[in-house]
């Protein structure tokens, strides 16, 4: 069962997935995936191990991770374009990508984390 243990390995997971399967890949912003927790009768030994460890107990992250390179205008004039990997996470499969997530997007200051590039 998911919990706070097993979900701080999603993201270093990711951000190895994505140096693996992208070429050209920066250092990843990640949208920090927010934890849901799971709605579950636990055994009395059970909370006692969560309450030992000192976790709130069964959480889980969404289910779909998005790892996507963005390309945009360059940052500095000697190079023709920039560009940044992000990873984020969500419950659909499908586009069209959650609000929230393209807020964060949005607020990713891209000068400071964007990387110059040139063909």
Known sequence: MPDELTNKEIVPNAIKTAKQKLDNVTIPH????????????????????????????????????????????????EYCYSYLTIIWFQNDWILPIDKNIIEKIKEINWDKKAIDCSY
Do not use: A, M
């Open 30 to 77: 990640i949208i920090r995936p927010v934890k849901n927790p799971i709605n579950i009768k636990l055994s009395d030994w059970t909370k006692k191990y969560y309450e030992q460890l000192g976790i709130d107990g069964p959480t889980e992250f969404p289910r779909i991770q998005c790892i996507s390179n963005f390309e945009s205008d360059f940052v500095n004039s």
